[in-house]
């Protein structure tokens, strides 16, 4: 079985990050984003994905390099020279996606984290015997999305309400796609939109079905949302895999710590953390809805909470960080410095306090 | 006659443009920064030069090779694993500096834009007979930088004060040196700064002289001071090579303009503008103070002073950006938008209005 995932363009709402490493290459819950789709497909049997890219095929090549081998799975790039929307990548992987098997594909996309019940929506699909099924998940506000209006009891698609201003329905769309390799002979080599010209089309003629996401779901493509995700991820962990978080007296809450990480005494570590391979983090801090990715140290008697901290970043004595700050790769945080909000390039060092969220170049 | 050339770090002040490239690679009147100065020590009979560098050694390499051939001049990479500061890099470029001949050799700083009268520069050194030769450069505000105290008649130094409080005098270090092979010895493998102890050192033995810098000098580090430094640029190609400037009705003042870029009609160019390879000015564009790189679309009517306009961008109709506006590579500015000193990454789009300075990640 294969599958594509939609990994596009640029990533600028994850910056600074992204201004080190491509989007689906920004670890998240201490491994690569696109590691956890890839995972789950493998988990479920899928052979060969295809990452359909316009940016940085080099990084991203080398990466799947190195997982090929040690997932045992096949990975291959499929690369826009102009950008194809949400569709057209489609039709540019069409070779790699068909085979004479018949079988429906996975399209995912990049920036989503759920728990992926691939097992379930393959089901799903083969009940309803249509073309299409999508994932949908629910939300509070779904005037700010495309709302997906379904028949309730079967699924089956009605139409797209793009931020519709009355309501019309609280499922949106969660970016997880299961398509019979019919779709691909809808979709043209052009710029093209799935969700405003393949999916209506489909729905129109009562082919495309919606499941319910069952369990969490995020697109993590900005600060905000990613340090919301971990706490969702993190839970789901506690829920299905509890022996993967950390336990101890200074554990508070979900805690994900990588085994080559070393924390020190009087720590407070927690809920909703993520630390990083390699990392050290000293005596006396506090650390609460954070993220502290490889190689970071974070020095005595720090204390943050809602901030992402980047690649072998350094956090001084005394240092506070708080209320969103995300430092990017190879920034220094000097003793004694607070941090509200700052919004860090690479390769900085900080001295002066940043009190008011701005962004530090 | 060999040359280093100090390169440095991240170049985190000439941001964005150095989120595209690194810093000796951002163009500045048309040609990579760092060409300018090679350019300058081959015109003299240099044969070899040594960049020091520490970041991105491969981005610069493959530059190197390209102008290797095309100038006929050997340039290699000495490359830091630590930074080893204003003198270090001298001591880890050893073995390519010197050789049997003897001779002194050049240290330039790459974000030095001047005339470089070396030729000058080598019969003062031959003249006063001393270990060491700096250019200084006058200056308005010498309590923001290093002085070189010295002695007006034959130039030897006496020392340097770091930002006097009191007037001990108006020359700064040009960041241009030329050195006999004895300095060296001078200097270990470690971090060290040549003005705080290499230069101290060499000057209390008398052996230490500088020449005051005939004709311009800009530290085009910073957007500011590289905007200020294409002005004094052009006017020095006023009057040493007028004939490389823009002439015609459309131009006021000095006036770069590269040969494969295309000027629309009812446009008003200058004073102080540099236009890149492949640019479109399209009809009626007020272009002032500011500098347009490779590949930019100025689409008409649009007016931009005191900006940098990086690679590839687009600025809409009626556009108008001032006030040390800078656009990273690939920046869209869409029509009847303003910028008033917006700093924009690369890769993004701006749809709204920049009321004030601001960075747009």
Request: with cysteine; proline share 6%.
């Amino acid at each position: 079985m294969k599958a594509l995932i939609l990994v596009g363009g640029f990533g600028t709402r994850l910056r600074p990050l992204t201004l080190s490493v491509p989007k689906p290459l920004v670890d998240f819950g201490n491994k690569p984003m696109i590691l956890h789709q890839i995972e789950a497909l493998k988990a479920i049997g899928v052979t060969e994905v295809v990452l359909a890219i316009n940016y940085q095929p080099e990084v991203m090549l080398n990466f799947l390099k190195d997982f090929e081998t040690k997932l045992g799975i096949k990975i291959s790039c499929s690369q826009e020279t102009e950008p194809l929307g949400t569709a057209g990548p489609l039709a540019l992987a069409r070779d790699k996606l068909i085979d004479d098997s018949g079988e429906p594909f996975f399209v995912l996309n990049s920036d989503v984290i759920s728990e992926y019940p691939l097992n379930q929506m393959i089901a799903f699909h083969k009940s309803h015997g249509g073309e299409a099924s999508i994932m949908v998940t629910k939300v509070d506000e779904p005037s700010k999305y495309g709302v997906v209006v379904m028949e309730e009891s079967t699924g089956q698609v009605e139409k797209f309400v793009e931020k519709p201003k009355v309501f019309v329905g609280n499922k949106i769309n969660a970016g997880i796609y299961l398509l019979n390799p019919s779709v691909l002979d809808r979709i043209e080599l052009k710029p093209t939109s799935i969700e405003k010209e393949t999916f209506p089309k489909i729905a129109s003629e009562k082919l495309l079905y919606a499941m319910v996401l069952p369990g969490f779901w995020m697109d993590i493509g900005q600060p905000k949302d990613y340090i919301t995700g971990l706490r969702l991820y993190l839970d789901s962990l506690r829920r299905n895999d509890p022996s993967k978080l950390a336990t101890g007296l200074h554990i508070v809450g979900n805690v994900l710590v990588h085994e080559s990480a070393k924390i020190g005494e009087g720590c407070l570590i927690g809920p909703d953390v993520a630390i990083g391979p390699g990392c050290i983090v000293e005596s006396g801090v506090r650390l609460s809805r954070c993220t502290v990715m490889r190689g970071v140290r974070i020095k005595k008697h720090a204390c943050i909470s809602s901030s992402i901290i980047g690649w072998h970043s350094t956090v001084g004595q005394w240092a506070r960080v708080e209320n969103m700050t995300i430092l990017g790769e190879d920034v220094h945080v000097c003793d004694e410095v607070y941090s509200n909000g700052g919004v860090v390039l690479p390769h900085k060092e900080i001295k002066a306090s940043i009190l008011k969220p701005e962004i530090v170049m």
